[in-house]
């Protein structure tokens, strides 16, 4: 039987009652399938002695003797305080409601212990703690049997559930189930790597025998999930993944041929590409050259690299070839300047430019969509009304994702239906992202898709200057702004909140936009912009943000993504470490856009920890886009990160992307080689893994 066919319910497990199964539902855990596969995150070896006076290598392991006995504290709170002792030092066993044990931890009596120690009131101690007598039985049934030596599995917990009740259930449903599983990987693959049986290694990573088996539970068990990953992300990509490695190879002798109209461009420009733009066009015009399989491609880059003007020169090919662009871009303000830029750069090569949005009156709305509908619109550029109902394209041949974290699944493909033709040909894609995503992580959730890095940036651009200040020093982050403002430059200040209630001590933008505009910086003009306001407002704010009549913007994080204001050269975030790394690295990208040095001042909380202040550290040691991604990505898991929470497939068990990356390669390579030689599964070597897909898929069905 397949492990996760086993949707036997809970209840067949003694000790698991209707509100054990209620609280077993808190984490997950829904029948017999879900409690196996609730894997521990941590694992403890007893089997090595640790003395008390070794207690900060985080746990003590050892045979001790009861010295004393004392009672802390009245009434309710009344919590009795134990002496204990072995060869190397003395310790304090806290019994926090666990007053039963007065009658077993007798002055004079012989326990094995184990626990993790700390030292506070000039004394070790520890409320965490299991006890065992030293012959193994149990003076009562409260007392734990078993707990010394070995490895036990430590999991994830809820209210309602302990470690000696989860480690009893997973035990009983291994003794019965485990060994009637089948294995769900290749046969060769499991000999080719020396894995583990599914039915070994669900035992070993639940209670190994020993390090060595716990460490090949995990990588059996790591590899099989990573492999059924990248065999969904394989199989959403279909037959492109089978025909783009030879199209590729006949298309090799075609990268950095570029096209009549982005020729003109190139010679009008008034600067040379950087190396990393030119290496983009010649591998999206490759891409583009013609074949069977559509161009579907992640451009990333840092804010500033270039990224919009490979997406004109790329829309410049697809006129070239006859077809249609649509530009597509998660907000107004964004696609408003994007829309100014390619009028600006591509009227006067003839190509003829559209600005599309919700907010575009009927009246020449109706004439646009007429336009757009004939092929006499060559580039459209909008928000998500590019793919409202009535909205219809004659040759939709290019569709330029940005921002693509910011948009559903479902809007990226509505967009892209609207290009599918006669031959049931899709658009090229071409997807955008300013937050850097790990090439590991851009590898699993787009699978099928090439992926693109500009890593350097247009030649005189300074990188921004990044200092940290404490909250009760941002006076003289004020007095910095202000000298700066005097001189002719403008500054954001960025809050974590709209407006705030009183239940949490944070500055929010509403009313810190007063404060910076009375008390602060009097003498300027402050303006106000989050998510709430009007699309119209927040437009006509940031225009006059643009032109320089504001010369500071109090704003949310709806600035990250947002127009260039090339004389904004100060950045401060308050309450930094309420923002991701990444978020913080886009604002951050938001001012420097021009040639004057530019500044961004991290205000933290004066208790913030050590920890926080390490986190934010990263910003002041790194402006390398990918690196900060990582470490936000160790932090925050990859569903955030990467915009890919609603589509729910990397909800892995014990697999980390980042952590596991040499693994991830591995079953990448297998699963892709297995489905371009055997698309159908129908081999005898492949049958498990259709038999999976269908009877028990581990993830839900990827889709882009």
């Given at each position: 039987?397949?492990?996760?066919?086993?949707?036997?319910p809970?209840?067949?497990?003694?000790?698991?009652?209707?509100?054990?199964?209620?609280?077993?539902?808190k984490?997950?855990?829904?029948?017999?399938?879900?409690?196996?596969?609730?894997?521990?995150?941590?694992?403890?070896?007893?089997?090595?002695?640790?003395?008390?006076?070794?207690?900060?290598?985080?746990?003590?392991?050892t045979e001790?003797?009861?010295?004393a006995?004392?009672?802390?504290?009245?009434?309710?709170?009344?919590?009795?305080?134990?002496?204990?002792?072995?060869?190397?030092?003395?310790?304090?066993?806290?019994?926090?409601?666990?007053?039963?044990l007065?009658?077993?931890?007798?002055?004079?009596e012989?326990?094995?212990?184990?626990g993790?120690?700390y030292?506070k009131y000039?004394?070790?101690?520890?409320?965490a703690?299991?006890?065992?007598?030293?012959?193994?039985?149990?003076k009562?049934?409260?007392?734990?049997?078993?707990?010394?030596?070995?490895?036990?599995?430590?999991?994830?917990?809820?209210?309602?559930l302990?470690?000696?009740?989860?480690?009893s259930?997973?035990?009983?449903?291994?003794?019965?189930?485990?060994?009637?599983?089948?294995?769900?990987?290749?046969?060769?693959?499991?000999?080719?790597?020396?894995?583990?049986?599914?039915?070994?290694?669900?035992?070993?990573?639940?209670?190994?025998?020993?390090?060595?088996?716990?460490?090949?539970?995990?990588?059996?068990?790591?590899?099989?999930?990573?492999?059924?990953?990248?065999v969904?992300?394989?199989k959403r990509?279909?037959?492109?993944?089978?025909?783009?490695?030879?199209?590729k190879l006949?298309?090799?002798?075609?990268?950095?041929?570029f096209?009549?109209?982005?020729?003109?461009?190139?010679?009008r420009?008034?600067?040379?590409?950087?190396?990393?733009?030119?290496?983009?066009?010649a591998?999206?015009?490759a891409?583009?050259a013609?074949?069977?399989f559509?161009?579907?491609?992640?451009?990333?880059?840092?804010?500033?690299?270039?990224?919009?003007?490979?997406?004109?020169l790329?829309?410049?090919k697809?006129?070239?070839?006859?077809g249609?662009s649509?530009?597509?871009?998660?907000?107004?303000?964004l696609?408003?300047?994007?829309?100014?830029?390619?009028?600006?750069?591509?009227?006067?090569?003839?190509?003829?430019?559209?600005?599309l949005?919700g907010?575009?009156?009927?009246?020449?709305?109706?004439?646009?969509?007429n336009?757009?509908?004939?092929?006499?619109?060559?580039?459209?550029?909008g928000?998500?009304?590019?793919?409202?109902?009535?909205?219809?394209?004659?040759?939709?041949?290019?569709v330029?994702v940005d921002?693509?974290h910011?948009?559903?699944?479902?809007?990226?493909?509505?967009?892209?239906a609207?290009?599918?033709n006669?031959?049931?040909?899709?658009p090229?894609?071409?997807?955008?992202?300013a937050?850097?995503?790990?090439?590991?992580l851009?590898?699993?959730?787009?699978?099928?898709?090439?992926?693109?890095?500009?890593?350097?940036?247009?030649p005189?651009?300074?990188p921004?200057?990044?200092?940290?200040?404490?909250?009760s020093?941002?006076?003289?982050?004020?007095?910095?702004?202000?000298?700066?403002?005097?001189?002719?430059?403008?500054?954001?200040?960025?809050?974590?909140?709209?407006?705030?209630?009183?239940?949490?001590?944070l500055?929010?933008?509403?009313?810190?936009?007063?404060?910076?505009?009375?008390?602060?910086?009097?003498?300027?003009?402050?303006a106000?912009?989050?998510?709430?306001?009007?699309?119209?407002?927040?437009?006509?704010?940031m225009?006059?943000?643009?032109?320089?009549?504001?010369?500071?913007?109090?704003?949310?994080?709806v600035?990250?993504?947002?127009v260039?204001?090339p004389?904004?050269?100060?950045?401060?975030?308050?309450?930094?470490?309420?923002?991701?790394?990444?978020?913080?690295?886009?604002?951050?990208?938001?001012?420097?856009r021009?040639?004057?040095?530019a500044y961004?001042?991290?205000?933290?909380?004066?208790?913030?920890?050590e920890d926080?202040?390490?986190?934010l550290?990263?910003?002041?040691?790194?402006?390398?886009?990918?690196?900060?991604?990582?470490?936000?990505?160790k932090?925050?898991?990859?569903?955030?990160?990467?915009?890919?929470?609603q589509?729910?497939?990397?909800?892995?068990?014990?697999?980390?992307p980042?952590?596991?990356?040499?693994?991830?390669?591995?079953?990448?390579?297998?699963?892709?080689?297995?489905?371009?030689?055997?698309?159908?599964?129908?081999?005898?070597d492949?049958?498990?893994?259709?038999?999976?897909?269908?009877?028990?898929?581990?993830?839900?069905?990827?889709?882009?």
């Open positions: 039987m397949l492990l996760r066919s086993l949707n036997i809970l209840n067949v497990i003694r000790g698991i009652g209707p509100e054990m199964v209620r609280i077993l539902a984490p997950g855990i829904r029948n017999i399938a879900g409690l196996l596969c609730h894997y521990p995150r941590d694992w403890e070896d007893r089997s090595v002695t640790v003395p008390i006076k070794d207690f900060h290598k985080n746990q003590v392991c001790i003797t009861v010295v006995r004392d009672w802390i504290g009245y009434g309710r709170m009344r919590t009795l305080k134990v002496y204990v002792e072995d060869e190397s030092g003395r310790a304090v066993l806290l019994c926090f409601n666990r007053p039963w007065e009658k077993l931890l007798i002055p004079g012989r326990f094995r212990l184990w993790r120690f030292y000039s004394e070790i101690q520890s409320s703690f299991e006890i065992e007598t030293i012959d193994g039985t149990e009562s049934n409260r007392v734990q049997s078993g707990i010394l030596p070995g490895i036990l599995p430590v999991y994830p917990l809820t209210e309602g302990n470690q000696k009740k989860i480690r259930f997973i035990k009983r449903a291994i003794d019965k189930y485990a060994a009637d599983l089948e294995n769900e990987l290749p046969e060769n693959l499991i000999t080719r790597d020396k894995l583990l049986s599914k039915a070994a290694a669900i035992k070993a990573i639940h209670f190994p025998v020993s390090a060595e088996e716990l460490e090949l539970a995990k990588k059996t068990l790591i590899y099989e999930e990573l492999f059924y990953l990248e969904m992300v394989g990509a279909g037959e492109r993944i089978r025909g783009i490695k030879n199209e006949e298309m090799r002798n075609e990268r950095g041929a096209s009549p109209l982005q020729e003109r461009l190139i010679e420009l008034p600067f040379s590409l950087t190396p990393g733009q030119q290496q983009a066009i591998e999206i015009n891409d583009m013609g074949g069977q559509s161009m579907a491609r992640l451009l990333q880059g840092d804010v500033g690299s270039g990224k919009t003007l490979v997406s004109f790329a829309a410049l697809t006129v070239d070839d006859g249609q649509a530009l597509m871009a998660p907000t107004e303000l696609a408003r300047q994007h829309a100014d830029n390619a009028a600006r750069l591509l009227e006067p090569l003839g190509l003829r430019i559209a600005f949005t907010n575009v009156k009927s009246s020449g709305r109706k004439d646009l969509l336009h757009l509908a004939a092929g006499e619109i060559d580039l459209v550029v928000t998500h009304a590019l793919f409202s109902k009535d909205v219809n394209y004659k040759n939709l041949s290019l330029v921002e693509q910011r948009f559903g699944v479902t809007q990226r493909s509505s967009i892209m609207k290009g599918v006669a031959q049931n040909s899709n090229h894609l071409l997807m955008m992202s937050t850097p995503i790990p090439r590991t851009a590898l699993t959730v787009f699978g099928d898709m090439e992926v693109t890095v500009i890593r350097d940036m247009p005189g651009r300074k921004v200057k990044t200092h940290l200040a404490k909250e020093g941002e006076n003289r982050v004020y007095e910095f702004v202000r000298g700066k403002l005097e001189a002719g430059s403008q500054a954001y200040f960025v809050y974590p909140l709209i407006e705030n209630g009183d239940e949490m001590n500055k929010d933008a509403v009313s810190m936009a007063q404060r910076l505009a009375e008390k602060v910086f009097p003498r300027f003009t402050v106000l912009i989050h998510s709430k306001l009007g699309e119209d407002e927040k437009r006509k704010t225009e006059r943000f643009r032109r320089g009549e504001i010369k500071v913007l109090a704003a949310t994080s600035v990250e993504v947002g260039d204001v004389n904004a050269n100060c950045m401060v975030i308050e309450h930094a470490e309420r923002f991701g790394l990444s978020a913080l690295h886009q604002l951050r990208g938001r001012v420097g021009g040639l004057d040095q961004c001042f991290l205000v933290y909380s004066d208790e913030l920890t926080g202040k390490a986190r550290k990263v910003m002041l040691e790194s402006s390398d886009g990918f690196v900060i991604a990582e470490e936000d990505l932090l925050r898991g990859p569903g955030q990160i990467a915009g890919t929470e589509s729910g497939y990397l909800n892995l068990g014990i697999a980390n980042i952590r596991d990356v040499e693994v991830l390669a591995i079953a990448r390579d297998d699963a892709f080689s297995i489905l371009e030689n055997d698309p159908g599964l129908l081999l005898e492949h049958r498990i893994i259709a038999r999976v897909l269908e009877e028990a898929p581990p993830f839900r069905e990827v889709v882009l």
